[in-house]
């Protein structure tokens, strides 16, 4: 089955930095990857996804990337701040509506 | 409209005893997934409903785990026997059928005495 590792466990950066999340995936039948934000006590919620056929996606602050070749893909975050800390979980499924394969998670801490 | 809502948020209990988690879907969402989430941990698949199909069980850790789906929307866990390594946060997530993007639960959080 698909194997999500996510880097780094924990991450701080001060505010207006950038923030960046790396995980790989081991399934290479996999196409289509979300990235979750959930904030302490709250449920998780979808910030941004990619499909295979692209290879980067941005949305405002954030945007994601995906190399398919060497199977990984990364959150960015630029402009951070203080709202945008939370955990952060990548995750990966070889079917689009189908169930997620999710990382270990991030805990980003954006310190004012 | 409503989002995804599971019952109860918090469920204490001892160890040996069943346990009945809720999860209701938003309305007219085919598609009824179960995560659990350890303590610090990412969020491990359990079980999938589509529709009318037969559920996707291959994450349920034990046959202590079960769950149903009745009339194609509310879903109930089942925990029998519960044992400590069983607490964690129980979330259900729902989605419209071909569509990718998952709605979650707040979550029930399961703690084993």
């Known amino acids: 089955g698909e194997n999500v590792e996510q880097h780094p466990s924990t991450l701080s950066v001060q505010e207006g930095d950038s923030a960046v999340i790396k995980c790989t995936y081991s399934?290479?039948?996999?196409?289509?990857f979300p990235w979750y934000k959930q904030e302490l006590g709250k449920r998780p919620q979808l910030i941004i996804d990619?499909?295979?056929?692209?290879g980067e996606k941005k949305d405002q602050r954030i945007a994601v990337t995906l190399n398919k070749t060497a199977k990984h893909f990364s959150l960015h975050i630029t402009e951070t701040q203080p709202e945008d800390s939370a955990v952060y979980f990548c995750?990966?499924?070889?079917?689009?509506?189908?169930?997620?394969?999710f990382g270990g998670g991030t805990r980003l801490m954006v310190k004012p | 409209g409503a989002g995804v809502s599971q019952s109860p948020s918090n469920k204490v209990t001892e160890k040996g005893k069943d346990v009945e988690l809720r999860c209701d879907p938003i309305?007219?969402?085919?598609?009824l997934y179960w995560y659990r989430q350890s303590l610090g941990q990412g969020l491990e698949f359990l079980i999938y409903?589509?529709?009318?199909?037969?559920?996707?069980k291959s994450g349920l850790p034990s046959d202590r785990f079960s769950a149903e789906r009745t009339g194609g929307s509310v879903s109930t866990l089942t925990i029998q026997r519960t044992q400590q390594e069983d607490s964690a946060v129980y979330l259900c997530?729902?989605?419209?059928?071909?569509?990718?993007?998952?709605?979650f639960g707040p979550g029930t959080r399961l703690t084993v005495l």
């Open positions: 997530a729902s989605s419209l059928s071909g569509k990718v993007e998952q709605f």
């Open positions: 399934d290479s039948a996999s196409n289509y």
């Open positions: 990619i499909r295979s056929n692209v």
């Open positions: 995750a990966a499924t070889p079917t689009a509506g189908n169930m997620l394969t």
């Open positions: 309305s007219g969402h085919t598609a």
């Open positions: 409903f589509q529709g009318n199909s037969a559920p996707d």
